[in-house]
């Protein structure tokens, strides 16, 4: 996914959660990942997730935003924790693949980090901000507790 894509999520996100649309907290109730088998509509982005890809289904306690459940791509699933807070992965369970999944986002935003000229607003300021270093040990201390082998993000 481009970075630009992300960025959109991320303000889509925003825009959601402004609207009452979108939860703002950061613990769902339940978090499950399956393989598509029927087309569905991202709940998020509205684009439809395609066959064979994992869809993401959040549960909500209480209908704080209108919504007891959602429907997600990864990418929005990401894109909606990187907004409203840090990847708690004690809060609930993931599975390694989505462990992986967020560990390639956290070094690819890092990665569009250090490819920002000088002088240019880094796009995610991993660096600059303590969540992304909290999620990078969280999601690793996670891999490896499940014995998968994973090439470490240092910064």
Do not use: N
Not at 55 to 79: K, N, P, R
Not at 91 to 101: E, I, K, N, S, W
Not at 114 to 125: C, F, L, N, Q, S
Request: overall charge neutral; glycine content about 4%.
């Amino acid at each position: 996914m481009s970075q630009t894509k992300f960025t959109e999520l991320r303000k889509l996100v925003r825009d959601q959660i402004k609207a009452h649309l979108l939860p703002s907290d950061t613990k769902p109730k339940q978090v499950t990942a399956s393989p598509l088998i029927h087309a569905t509509r991202c709940s998020l982005c509205k684009d439809l997730i395609p066959l064979g890809d994992s869809m993401y289904t959040i549960a909500f306690d209480g209908v704080s935003a209108g919504l007891q459940q959602a429907q997600v791509h990864f990418e929005c699933h990401a894109a909606w924790q990187a907004e409203v807070g840090h990847i708690d992965t004690d809060a609930y369970p993931f599975t390694t693949d989505t462990l992986l999944r967020f560990h390639k986002a956290i070094r690819d935003a890092l990665k569009a980090d250090d490819d920002t000229p000088p002088d240019t607003p880094k796009p995610h300021g991993v660096r600059a901000t303590s969540d992304w270093g909290k999620d990078r040990d969280d999601v690793e201390r996670q891999l490896r507790a499940r014995g998968i082998s994973f090439t470490p993000i240092v910064w």
